[in-house]
């Protein structure tokens, strides 16, 4: 079977608007502290001679775990 490469864009879902994430073209993405609230995409393009197809994958919103969400606001109360 051949090989397939792929090209990768990654987008962020903010306010109900999708901006792509810039410098993010990798078939990998780490989701981070910006993605908190909100959803991530990938569009997922062949770029083989001679094959076509596109794929896209939608994960998210994503949402701090209640003991993460605590110790974020015990820190920062303690600092302000």
Known sequence: PPTFRLRCTW??????EWLEIPGEDDQNYQVS????G??????AYCTTAGWSGRARGELGPFELDPSTARSLDNVIGAEG
């Open 33 to 36: 502290a910006d993605d908190v």
């Open 11 to 16: 987008s962020r879902k903010v306010g109900g």
């Open 38 to 43: 909100t959803s991530v995409r990938v569009d």
